[in-house]
């Protein structure tokens, strides 16, 4: 294909160097077009911090192995374990829902998660929630996390894949090793300090403006002027 003038198109530096190893092509044969969103559609103010209720955790994502839900259920496990009221959504569907609401059931933590199913009006998903977190083993560019980011959430999520463009630690989310206690720490450390959650939700907010739909879109009509 690519000899006859098709060009491959990247989500970020991570996948243009993947493409590149796979077919020895040189990086000024891939451009980069980001992921994104209808903003209008998940934009909410920065958000201030947790309150007396609880922590409400969301993830939107297949559920697949590459995302690692059963990370995502230790670490909810972890933080019940530690006293922490949290609860957690997931949003998505895929062939691990059976094995995933057994291991909640296993963990002792399935009446604080909710499997939601596919869905299709995400935006109220991300609008009651407190914080988004992602532990994948594999990622591109996760539509997810700018969604959560317009929505004011700060972030949690393993440097997966092109996550860290994304994700600056401390700046918008915390990057995480995929272990149970590293999430679960830093998953707490955002939600006992009110000022360093705001900081981070804001940052959320300015980083999700960079991904517009407009902007993916002018790239792309850009590669064909």
Do not use: Q, W
């Not at 922490?84 to 998505?92: F, N």
């Not at 094995?99 to 909640?104: D, I, T, V, W, Y």
């Amino acid at each position: 294909a690519f000899s006859h003038g098709v060009v491959p198109v990247a989500l970020n530096e991570e996948v243009r160097s993947s493409i590149c190893r796979e077919y020895a092509l040189p990086p000024s044969a891939v451009p980069i077009v980001g992921n994104g969103i209808d903003l209008d559609t998940f934009r909410a103010p920065a958000r201030r911090g947790v309150d007396g209720a609880g922590a409400r955790l969301l993830c939107v994502a297949r559920l697949a192995p590459a995302k690692n839900h059963a990370l995502l259920l230790r670490t909810v496990a972890r933080l019940r374990e530690s006293g922490r009221d949290v609860s957690l959504t997931l949003v998505g569907d895929g062939p691990l829902r059976g094995a995933l609401e057994e291991r909640a059931r296993e963990l002792g933590i399935s009446e604080r998660v909710r499997f939601a199913g596919r869905r299709t009006d995400t935006a109220a998903f991300y609008r009651d929630c407190d914080l988004f977190v992602l532990l994948s083993d594999y990622e591109g560019m996760p539509m997810s996390i700018i969604e959560a980011m317009a929505s004011g959430l700060p972030v949690v999520a393993t440097r997966a894949g092109g996550v860290a463009e994304l994700v600056d630690d401390g700046v918008n989310g915390a990057l995480v090793e995929a272990d149970a206690a590293a999430a679960a720490g830093a998953i707490a450390a955002i939600c006992d300090d009110p000022a360093l959650y705001a900081r981070l939700s804001a940052g959320a907010v300015r980083t999700s403006s960079h991904y517009s739909a407009e902007a993916m879109m002018e790239k792309y009509v850009d590669l064909y002027r």
